[in-house]
């Protein structure tokens, strides 16, 4: 029973994790596009490039 514990634990970390993962990846998809409205992708480019 102690290693189901164990497991369940490990498993709903690990859901938690990739949960925060995809919330961040759509923050920032999000963001580079409204970025890319305002901005060409080459000026946005060389901001992150110089920072």
């Known amino acids: ?15 938690t994790v990739m949960a ?3 919330v961040l ?11 890319t409205e305002k901005f060409t992708k080459k000026s946005i480019l060389i901001v992150v490039l110089i920072f």
């Open 25 to 35: 990846i759509i923050f920032f998809s999000l963001l580079s596009g409204k970025l």
């Open 1 to 15: 029973m102690n290693k189901l514990m164990k497991t369940t634990i490990l498993s709903s970390s690990l859901v």
């Open 20 to 22: 925060g993962a995809a």
